[in-house]
């Protein structure tokens, strides 16, 4: 099935730092989706791309559909200790009997250090 | 966005306890979905619906069963918990592609 690769696994970073992680596939996707989760929480929806080249801005976050469309790109510039969090990318399953369902990354776990 | 709820955040029970975690959406989403996920772990697609009657398993195989009889409420009941059921579901409904996450249920059997 499709599998998508997220990376890195974690981030331990100063405060104000950039924040750079993606996520690629060996299969195409047609939205590509960033949610981040707080601990104890559910994952919430940050930035959903839905075509190819596509670059789109949320704050201070920027997320990139990548032209191959096999990969995409989150970016979170000037870390502040509240992005703390796991941070995963997610993409819709090609259809037929998975249509609807959506794979997910592994994640990746980010640490902010005031 | 969507507006959904999740009960009991949080429930310790005994092992062989019946239970039923709550799910509901006020945005009259017609897809949800059930997940399991072990702290800072992958989500595991455990159950979704496609509408009004229409159930089916997931990804990982679970013990626990679901039902769809109103669109708005999507429960999971678990005949007879054990401690291997010590673990975080989330509750999600989608419109079209994005799902939308409740805040979960964090269980311990113990």
């Known amino acids: 099935g499709q599998q998508l690769n997220q990376s890195p696994q974690s981030m331990f970073i100063q405060e104000g730092e950039d924040v750079s992680m993606n996520c690629t596939s060996s299969?195409?996707?047609?939205?590509w989706l960033w949610y981040k989760q707080d601990p104890g929480e559910g994952p919430v929806l940050l930035i959903a791309?839905?075509?190819?080249?596509e670059l789109t801005s949320n704050g201070r976050l920027t997320a990139q559909f990548g032209i191959t469309r096999k990969d995409s790109f989150l970016n979170i510039s000037a870390s502040i200790p509240s992005d703390v969090g796991i941070y995963f990318c997610?993409?819709?399953?090609?259809?037929?009997?998975?249509?609807?369902?959506?794979?997910f990354g592994q994640g990746t776990i980010l640490t902010v250090h005031p | 966005e969507a507006d959904i709820y999740q009960t009991p955040r949080y429930l310790v029970i005994g092992t062989g306890k019946k239970i039923t975690l709550e799910c509901s959406q006020t945005?009259?989403?017609?897809?949800m979905y059930w997940y399991q996920q072990d702290p800072g772990m992958e989500l595991h697609l455990i159950h979704y619906?496609?509408?009004?009657?229409?159930?089916e398993k997931g990804d990982l195989s679970s013990e626990s069963t679901v039902s769809r009889i109103r669109t708005e409420h999507f429960p999971l009941t678990l005949e007879s918990a054990r401690p291997s059921h010590t673990s975080q579901y989330l509750c999600?409904?989608?419109?079209?592609?994005?799902?939308?996450f409740g805040p979960g249920t964090r269980l311990t059997v113990t």
């Open positions: 999600a409904s989608s419109p079209r592609v994005e799902q939308y």
């Open positions: 299969s195409i996707f047609n939205t």
């Open positions: 791309l839905y075509k190819a080249g």
């Open positions: 997610a993409g819709p399953h090609a259809g037929g009997t998975s249509y609807g369902k959506l794979t």
């Open positions: 945005m009259g989403h017609d897809k």
């Open positions: 619906s496609y509408g009004v009657n229409s159930t």
